[in-house]
């Protein structure tokens, strides 16, 4: 069974740091591309990343780029979003989501169950 | 970048009631394109990809059609379950934009 656990939200001040990780298991992690979809507060998803299954290919949102930096751990099944100079409109759930293939471009086919990120003084 | 615009943002409709949500691509997208449904305090499922393949497990009430720059979700006979926000992405390239979404009620 494909599992997804995300971990690391929390309260942090504006222009602060987080990092988030995903746990994966129930498949070959190493052979799956892996995507971060954040959703605000009673608004929709917005994509935010995504990594190729090697780690070789990374994609960001304009609304991130240069802030956010997506990698993994194929040794441990661990995909992770260190997110600097946050702001508040980052404030929103995180969820990590697998792709259907080895490439970022595919659909999400399992995603997590989220976890909060608030981003407040 | 493509843009995504998901139409009715909203919709409300009888249980039994064929429910049709359509997704616009600004750009062409062959057939690139997924949807995603979200319950009400739950997290996204995948329902349809490659604009028409029903995911696996996915009731076939629900199918999908389109490619290029216009793509419709139907729902053929509406069920209370189906309450939910709805919404389309691409993948052809990045960025991997999702559509805004529709919230489907019942009427």
């Known amino acids: 069974e494909v599992q997804l656990l995300e971990s690391g939200g929390g309260v942090v001040q504006p222009g602060g740091s987080l990092r988030l990780s995903c746990a994966a298991s129930g498949f070959t992690f190493s052979k799956y591309g892996m995507t971060w979809v954040r959703q605000a507060p009673g608004k929709g998803l917005e994509w935010v990343s995504a990594?190729?299954?090697?780690?070789?290919?990374?994609y960001y949102a304009d609304s991130v780029k240069g802030r956010f930096t997506i990698s993994r751990d194929n040794s441990k099944n661990t995909l992770y979003l260190q997110m600097n100079s946050l702001r508040a409109e980052d404030t929103a759930v995180y969820y990590c989501a697998k792709t259907g293939s080895s490439i970022a471009a595919s659909r999400l086919n399992y995603w997590g169950q989220g976890t909060l990120v608030t981003v407040s003084s | 970048d493509i843009q995504m615009t998901q139409s009715p943002s909203s919709l409300s409709a009888s249980v039994g009631d064929r429910v049709t949500i359509t997704c616009r691509a600004s750009q062409g997208i062959t057939n690139y394109l997924a949807w995603y449904q979200q319950k009400p305090g739950k997290v996204p499922k995948l329902l349809i990809y490659?604009?028409?393949t029903l995911q696996s497990g996915v009731p076939s009430r629900f199918s999908g059609s389109g490619s290029g720059t216009d793509f419709t979700l139907t729902i053929s006979s509406l069920q209370p379950e189906d309450v939910a926000a709805y919404y389309c992405?691409?993948?052809?390239?990045?960025?991997?934009?999702f559509g805004q979404g529709t919230k489907l009620e019942i009427k």
């Open positions: 490659a604009a028409s």
């Open positions: 990594m190729s299954g090697g780690g070789d290919n990374t």
């Open positions: 992405q691409k993948y052809n390239s990045a960025p991997y934009t």
